[in-house]
């Protein structure tokens, strides 16, 4: 298949990041005659863990229950010149179980062998004709929230969800116009930060990004605008923020260099709204979708290979990587008094401008006598399918000889769980040792 060399150049020649417009643009359709009519076990969604568009296509099929009807394939998160390829790491498929494919160029080149463009997830392929309906991550959830319901219980379907569904006919103004200043500013805007190339091109985009985020904590401010962006229901502008905001404090704030402020620290609104979601395991986000498809691990080691190989040139071995510990924890947990408006559905209006920071007694708070690392680490841990067959390594991913698996830390990939209290446990530890180095994971 030719070159697998990693992707590096993100960058125009003026430094500036700019996404190109994804080509495949089809539709599912319930139209007589459609090309792409909906029918079960018909169509795949390609993506990995690492991507927040894919992450998108990821969260609303797990929103709409629609597992037993359209595959999910992944890949690595590791991009090169054949796009992302299929390696049994970090979630991978061994090889593409359809066709065998080893990289998604190949998947991209049968759909058309004249395609030229970039081999992106997330992908709605259609296995009866072998094509690619859809690359664009927007159009492919919109499809994912009504075109099943047919398939699905009553309860589930778009018609008969509280509030409307995902994007309810009184909201749609106000959700396509959160979406646009959201995408361009803040969704890609921390792309246009990480990636680019001059200073002029950071600074021409970092302090939009923030400029946008202030914004959104203003948007909140409004009683009409909690627990959720446009009130007590999950819409399709939670969805698409939530990607991006998963992935700030523990990747673009520092390998992204976005910087200026972070959401724990400096939005309290913005930081409930993402604990909300995160933390929710109920009816609402069907058993915790959330948290279920959040990897904090693999954002901060796939955001920072990716940011090495675009300083090196695309060197992609021989450079060691120091993977972030922080921010600690990946993201903070509810207090109590949080908890139970989550519960109970009562959430209490946030108007102060900065966190309140009420006594708990909630074991895992941030407040109280019991806060502090110690306090926080212990809950359970909600993880994907583990790597059977891995020596025990303590949770750090590190081998008897000093290498780092990252799949094998995709399995403790949450914020409190024990093996991540290992994890600090023997930073720690190295650190009082006398003359011992900092804690280095070599890749």
Known sequence: MGDSRPTHKHADDDGHFRRKDSVFRDWISTEPGARFPPEPNRYAIYANLG?????????????????????????????????????????????????????????YLKANPEYEGRYTVPVLWDKKTETIVNNESSEIIRMLYDSFDEFLEPDLREVNRPGGGFYPTHLRKDI?????????????????????????????????LFKSLDRLEAHLADPAHQPFLFGEHITEADIRLYT???????????????????????????????????????????????KKTTFFEIYKYGYLRAKVRQLHGGLDRGIPLVIPRGPLPDIEPLTDEEEGELINGTAKKLESTTASSPSSHNPFSAQGEKSGTGAIFGTDVDSPATNKGDEDDGGTGV?????????????????????????????????????????????
């Not at 939005?267 to 979601?277: A, D, G, Q």
Request: one cysteine or more.
């Open 51 to 107: 991507c927040p568009w894919a992450h998108r296509t990821i969260l609303v099929r797990g929103l709409k229950s629609l597992d037993p009807f359209i595959q999910l394939i992944l890949t690595d998160f590791d991009l090169t010149e054949n796009g992302w390829l299929f390696t049994g790491r970090n979630g991978s498929e061994p090889k593409d179980p359809l066709y065998g494919f080893t990289g998604l160029k190949q998947l």
């Open 399 to 443: 081998d008897e000889e000093g290498e780092f698996h990252p799949r094998r830390v995709v399995q403790h990939r949450t914020a409190h769980g024990d093996e991540n209290a290992k994890w600090y446990k023997a930073a720690k530890k190295a650190e009082k040792q006398e003359g011992a180095p900092s804690l280095h994971l070599a890749l």
């Open 176 to 208: 396509d116009s959160m979406n646009d200043w959201v995408y361009n500013t803040v969704n890609n805007g921390v792309y246009k930060c990480g990636f680019a190339t001059s200073q002029e091109a950071y600074d021409t985009n970092v302090y939009p």
């Open 244 to 290: 991006t905001m998963a992935r700030f404090d523990v990747a673009y704030h520092s390998i992204f260099q976005c910087n200026l402020k972070m959401i724990r620290h400096d939005y309290p609104r913005l930081s409930k709204w993402l604990r909300n979601l995160y933390w929710d395991e109920s009816e609402r986000t069907n058993g915790g979708v959330f």
